[in-house]
């Protein structure tokens, strides 16, 4: 079992920046791919990041490349979500994501672990 903790939400103004953190507990063993995905109200779920086992590989989402960061400690039982340049648009539920295999931005029914989420609020 995996568990996923998520922290770092909160409301800031566009612009404005905010980190996000997962921690991951249990039988993680520094091999899963962890990630990234948002929900909007009335919004389909979207995938926003992941990153592969090793580090080596990321992957985000067109709305937010060049303004967020993936990245994870030397443990890799921690993933970090760096956010910059907030706009509105960018307010949802963010979920943090595990699983042994990286299933992609566009497929998150795949992934076997989630955190319960935290809220990021953009405000003009």
């Known amino acids: 079992q995996v568990q996923l903790a998520e922290s770092g939400g909160g409301s800031v103004q566009a612009g404005g920046s905010l980190r996000l953190s997962c921690a991951a507990s249990?039988?993680?063993?520094?091999?899963?791919?962890m990630g990234w995905f948002r929900q909007a109200p009335g919004k389909e779920r979207e995938g926003v990041a992941q990153?592969?086992?090793?580090?080596?590989?990321?992957d985000y989402a067109d709305s937010v490349k060049g303004r967020f960061t993936i990245s994870q400690d030397n443990a890799k039982v921690t993933v970090y979500l760096q956010m910059n340049s907030l706009k509105p648009e960018d307010t949802a539920m963010y979920y943090c994501v595990a699983d042994r295999a990286c299933w992609g931005l566009r497929r998150a029914s795949q992934y076997n672990y989630w955190g319960q989420g935290t809220q990021v609020t953009v405000s003009s």
């Open positions: 990153i592969y086992p090793g580090g080596a590989i990321t």
């Open positions: 249990g039988s993680t063993y520094g091999r899963n791919c």
